[in-house]
């Protein structure tokens, strides 16, 4: 009864090179959100969609990307993926219906290497 | 800034008994807090919430207190039981879900 899908669970890339990381939801849910966390801190939001509507973090580096082709699907395109970026990193969703207090669920994340 | 702080990296209860978790914020924007339990491997998954009109709020063996003029909140868990066991967050909503660092939460058997 997986609500919040994170692909792959385990990523692993070369120094600048592009990576893309995948989040689906069956909650129908209208705002998806991605998070960075690194070891032992509190996750950080980088940007979120609300349906269709894109709100990047301002202290969010140019290099993380997002596109959301659908209500369902939501993706972090890392352009040039520095060892800084390693890095746990966490897709969530909520309603929508009372703005950002909404209750957010989360995948299970995807923990990035950078070699 | 960090404007939400777990400042106990770990607690570690024996089973049965009470556990504690403290989180403290300095943003009197903030209007509604949420706690979230995670395990290895596994995603944040929501916990208990309370919105800031309120200074109790329960659910089973869990109970979040709220005591704005100290902005603080705390997470009771009693009994608290070996699968209880995982990293507790604490997370404050004003214009977006900011969250402490955590607190590592160990129920000994």
């Known amino acids: 009864d997986a609500m919040v899908i994170q692909n792959p669970r385990y990523q692993v890339t070369q120094f600048g090179k592009p990576v893309t990381l995948s989040c689906s939801q069956t909650l129908n849910h209208n705002v998806m959100y991605w998070y960075q966390q690194k070891s032992s801190q509190a996750p950080k939001l980088l940007f979120h969609y609300y349906d269709k509507d894109f709100n990047n973090e301002a202290d969010t580096p140019d290099n993380f990307q997002s596109r959301r082709p659908n209500t369902s699907f939501c993706f972090l395109d890392i352009r040039s993926p520095g060892l800084g970026d390693a890095a746990m990193y966490l897709c969530?969703?909520?309603?929508?219906?009372?703005?950002?207090?909404?209750?957010?669920?989360f995948g299970p994340g995807t923990r990035l290497t950078v070699l | 800034d960090q404007q939400v702080k777990q400042n106990s990296p770990s607690l570690s209860v024996q089973e049965g008994r009470i556990s504690i978790l403290n989180c403290d914020y300095t943003?009197?924007?903030?209007?509604?807090f949420l706690w979230y339990k995670k395990y290895p491997a596994e995603g944040p998954t929501f916990l208990i919430s309370?919105?800031?009109?309120?200074d109790k709020n329960e659910d089973g063996r869990f109970t979040v207190f709220l005591n704005k003029s100290a902005k603080h909140l705390s997470l009771h868990i009693v009994p608290s039981q070996p699968g209880d066991s995982a990293v507790y967050f604490c997370a404050a909503s004003g214009s977006r879900l900011t969250f402490g660092e955590g607190t590592q939460l160990t129920v000994n058997p």
């Open positions: 309370i919105s800031s009109i309120k």
């Open positions: 943003n009197s924007m903030f209007d509604y």
């Open positions: 969530a969703t909520s309603r929508g219906t009372s703005g950002m207090t909404d209750t957010q669920y």
